[in-house]
């Protein structure tokens, strides 16, 4: 199995370099950077001489409220407004709100930057080499924090997704009815993501489900906590340690949950 890796800031770490940070748009030359999913493949040429790329400067921290947000080929672009100062900050898609706080904790700042397909411009716009920490990124406000009843995800359609094969293997049903003999030991779960919350807390949340355990009992749905960052959709294997009852605090809590998860396809 190919071992998945696909943080963030891996992702802007082989978009920067090519177009000195500019992750959709186009200087005067027209050209265009991969997706973080695409990246690998061949980098697209840098500007010609004579359309030198905006410079990119600095490697600092930008936080505040988001007063304008907008998603546009792959990237999510976030008006931050600090001390009544506006920061335009871009980051791979993810899900934010207007109101919500956040903070990019390393970022590149670019000036002149154009948006191909936004077919706007930027005076001046930081791009995050790092997940957002986002303060309850899934939360509308005056609704519960999320936990076990919060994190309950309808059945992804027909899912069948055959057990992991080896030693610790389990499917979710299996997690769910061994959980107290299995807290805080080693898990090797296969099942399909079904939902994909990045960059809380310092860390992704993934929702597996295989076909197992209950809907309505909520026993269906496993939540994986990870550096890794798959997509929703693909089929993986994931390998962590388990924890019952496991409460991170502000409503938090969960009855099941899977820390510091490897997850490979």
């Known amino acids: 199995m190919k071992k998945f890796v696909q943080s963030s800031a891996i992702a802007w770490?082989?978009?920067?370099?090519?177009?000195?940070?500019?992750?959709?748009?186009?200087?005067?030359?027209?050209?265009?950077?991969?997706?973080?999913?695409?990246?690998?493949?061949?980098?697209?040429?840098?500007?010609q001489a004579g359309n030198p790329a905006p410079e990119g400067k600095g490697d600092g921290a930008v936080s505040g409220k988001i007063v304008e947000t907008m998603n546009s080929g792959g990237y999510t672009y976030i008006n931050l407004e600090s001390?009544?100062?506006?920061?335009?900050?871009?980051?791979?898609?993810?899900?934010?709100?207007?109101g919500q706080e956040v903070s990019c904790p390393s970022g590149t700042e670019m000036g002149n930057f154009t948006s191909k397909t936004l077919k706007r411009s930027f005076d001046r716009i930081?791009?995050?080499?790092?997940?957002l920490d986002k303060q309850d990124a899934d939360l509308d406000a005056g609704e519960k924090s999320p936990?076990?009843?919060?994190?309950?995800?309808?059945?992804?359609?027909?899912?069948?997704?055959?057990?992991?094969?080896?030693?610790?293997?389990?499917?979710?049903?299996?997690?769910?009815?061994?959980?107290a003999k299995?807290?805080?030991?080693?898990?090797?779960?296969?099942?399909?993501?079904v939902k994909v919350s990045g960059g809380i807390m310092g860390k992704n949340w993934i929702h597996l489900q295989d076909g197992s355990g209950s809907q309505k009992k909520g026993t269906n749905n496993l939540v994986v906590t990870s550096q890794d960052l798959p997509a929703v959709g693909?089929?993986?294997?994931?390998?962590?340690?388990?924890?019952?009852d496991k409460d991170f605090g502000s409503g938090y809590k969960y009855?099941?949950?899977?820390?510091?998860a490897k997850i490979q396809k």
């Open 13 to 47: 770490m082989l978009v920067l370099p090519t177009l000195g940070g500019a992750a959709d748009g186009n200087m005067s030359t027209g050209t265009t950077t991969p997706h973080p999913a695409t990246a690998g493949q061949t980098p697209v040429a840098p500007p």
């Open 83 to 98: 001390s009544g100062k506006k920061t335009w900050v871009a980051v791979p898609e993810t899900r934010v709100k207007v």
């Open 126 to 131: 930081v791009f995050c080499n790092s997940p």
């Open 147 to 179: 936990g076990s009843k919060g994190a309950i995800v309808a059945q992804a359609g027909t899912v069948k997704v055959e057990k992991a094969a080896g030693a610790n293997a389990y499917t979710v049903g299996d997690i769910y009815k061994n959980k």
């Open 182 to 193: 299995l807290d805080r030991k080693k898990v090797v779960v296969r099942g399909k993501v």
């Open 234 to 244: 693909d089929v993986v294997t994931m390998q962590g340690t388990l924890y019952k």
């Open 255 to 260: 009855d099941v949950i899977v820390e510091e």
